[in-house]
Antibody
Framework: QMQLQESGPGLVRASETLSLTCIVS????????WSWFRQPPGKGLEWLGF???????NYNPSLKGRVTMSLDTSQNQFSLKMDSVAATDTAMYYC??????WGQGTLVIVSS | EIVLTQSPGTLSLSPGDRATVSCRVS???????VAWYQQKPGQAPRLLMY???TRATGIPDRFSGSGSGTDFTLTISRLEPEDFAVYYC?????????FGQGTRLDVK
């Protein structure tokens, strides 16, 4: 049974970089594509992008180049970095093997 | 970008009723890449259906999905108390992956 667990700071200052990691257990990150999603409080779901098992990436154009994803096969995890965050980036962030397996999510609050 | 429009926005029903949620897609998508999720407050989305009509592991058979082209439907044949939640459709056929805005299923 695959499990995904997000980790990272719950509070980020505006204009700084948000960094999250997703630890995968039960299977290898080299076997699948991996996605990041987010959900602002009380709102719907947004796909941020994915990283392939080989490290190729595809980002949501709406994020205007602020997002970088990476794969760490030695630690069986993958990561998200989002630059120049603002209050509108406050959300629950989820990692997933879309559509099948999702993490529980981690709340990131951007403070001014 | 493919836009998904769910209807209704809110559905008020009673336990035992039948629920139908519609998801209209702005462009034809391969049904193999349409999914439905259930989300309860404070929880991550839970996959219900993928490939339009395949139930995810552990999903009871009162949940069913159908559709093709631009019109997809999630049906709950007989509502149980634990089914009252928000439901989202998703297309993962083309980038960017997109979701419907959600349908809230409330107790009448």
């Amino acid at each position: 049974q695959m499990q995904l667990q997000e980790s990272g700071p719950g509070l980020v200052r505006a204009s700084e970089t948000l960094s999250l990691t997703c630890i995968v257990s039960g299977d290898s990150v080299t076997n699948y594509h991996w996605s990041w999603f987010r959900q602002p409080p009380g709102k719907g779901l947004e796909w941020l992008g994915f990283i392939s098992y080989s490290g190729g990436t595809n980002y949501n154009p709406s994020l205007k180049g602020r997002v970088t994803m990476s794969l760490d096969t030695s630690q069986n995890q993958f990561s998200l970095k989002m630059d120049s965050v603002a209050a509108t980036d406050t959300a629950m962030y989820y990692c997933a093997r879309n559509p099948y397996d999702w993490g529980q999510g981690t709340l990131v609050i951007v403070s001014s | 970008e493919i836009v998904l429009t769910q209807s209704p926005g809110t559905l008020s029903l009673s336990p035992g009723d039948r629920a139908t949620v519609s998801c209209r897609v702005s462009q034809t998508v391969n049904p193999s890449f349409v999914a439905w999720y259930q989300q309860k407050p404070g929880q991550a989305p839970r996959l219900l259906m993928y490939g339009t009509s395949t139930r995810a592991t552990g999903i009871p058979d009162r949940f069913s999905g159908s559709g093709s082209g631009t019109d997809f439907t999630l049906t709950i044949s007989r509502l149980e108390p634990e089914d009252f939640a928000v439901y989202y459709c998703q297309q993962y056929a083309r980038s960017p992956i997109t979701f419907g805005q959600g349908t809230r299923l409330d107790v009448k």
